[in-house]
């Protein structure tokens, strides 16, 4: 049975280690991440970004998707099932399918209709006992090949939104989605000290994490982040091993392009990496 958020995540902050957000695409990635999750006793939490809902037909084939798998794969450890930076709508429709975790992302708003939206999700998801994810300052990253630096959240708006009854905020600190460009100064850890020094207890949200170095992971982590999203680097690893099978000739050799060979290599690649993360997030044998 998928989990709220929140009980994974206060262990978590607890215990000084962070649970991984990993996005998924569809069959192969979910499956990828639940079992090893399962395999290495981790808490999880499977992302859905609203691009990845719409691609995978609609919010409820992927409630459908992950129950069932949870089910007939016997997962026992904690998954949650979370909207990634989701719209106020894309929350409520989320919200109706039955994930059990959403993201709010009014960062690009002024902060008093941040506040406002927020306040009424914070509500709604209470009602249903699901937790929340708000952000503050938004994250950088890639559009249209121009690579936007992260925004750095001001610390009382962060105190604002935290305040808010919130499960875990995101808050920007120079961090951005996808590669980090070869100029990246790095996060700002004077910026995440501000804001874990305001919002207490709260448990903090890293976005971006592929690409970030291990020392500057592990700091983080002494500082307050509880939870670290990981999309890209599951998309690289999947595409490179798809590459050297399709580059070796196999889709070519016997029934090499059965699609459950064809992509199976790119799934062996998405478990290596996410058990990678999990080592590096401490949250191995924490389920
Ligand atoms: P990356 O794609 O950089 O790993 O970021 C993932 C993320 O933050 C999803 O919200």
């Known amino acids: 049975m998928l989990v709220s958020a929140k009980e994974m995540l206060e262990k978590a902050r607890d215990g000084h280690y962070a649970v991984g957000q990993f996005n998924i695409n569809n069959l192969e990635w979910t499956k990828a991440i639940l079992m090893t999750a399962e395999e290495l006793k981790s808490p999880v939490i499977l992302g859905v970004s609203e691009g990845a809902g719409k691609y995978m037909t609609g919010y409820k084939t992927v409630v459908g998707m992950v129950n ?3 089910e007939e794969l016997k997962i026992t450890v904690p998954v949650a099932l979370h909207l ?16 059990s975790s ?12 941040n506040v406002e939206k927020t306040t009424e999700l914070v509500k709604l ?14 994250i950088g990253g890639e559009e249209d090949g121009v690579v ?12 604002r939104i935290a305040d808010l ?22 996060l700002r850890f004077d910026a995440l000290e501000a804001i874990k020094a305001l919002t207490g207890s709260m448990p903090l949200v890293l976005h971006g994490g592929t690409g970030i170095p291990e020392d500057m992971i592990k700091k983080a982590i002494s500082l307050g982040v509880a939870k670290i999203n990981v999309n890209t680097e599951c998309q690289l690893s999947f595409a490179a091993a798809t590459r050297e099978y399709i580059e070796a000739g196999k889709d070519l050799q016997g029934k090499g392009f059965d ?9 062996e690649a998405i478990k290596a990496t996410v058990k990678e993360k999990m080592e590096l997030f401490g949250s191995i044998g924490k389920a």
């Open 259 to 267: 699609p459950r060979k064809l992509l199976a290599p790119g799934t």
């Open 148 to 159: 936007g630096m992260g925004e750095v959240a001001d610390p009382a708006e962060c105190k």
């Open 125 to 138: 998801c209470a009602e249903k006992g699901l937790s929340l994810e708000a952000e503050v300052g938004s």
């Open 68 to 70: 069932g798998m949870l």
């Open 84 to 99: 990634d930076h989701g719209s106020y709508e894309g929350a409520l429709k989320c919200i109706e399918a039955g994930f």
């Open 165 to 186: 009854g919130v499960t875990m905020l995101a808050a920007g600190i120079g961090n951005i989605h996808g590669k980090y460009p070869e100029n990246w100064p790095g």
């Open 102 to 113: 959403v993201m709010f992302d009014g960062s690009h708003y002024p902060i008093d209709e």
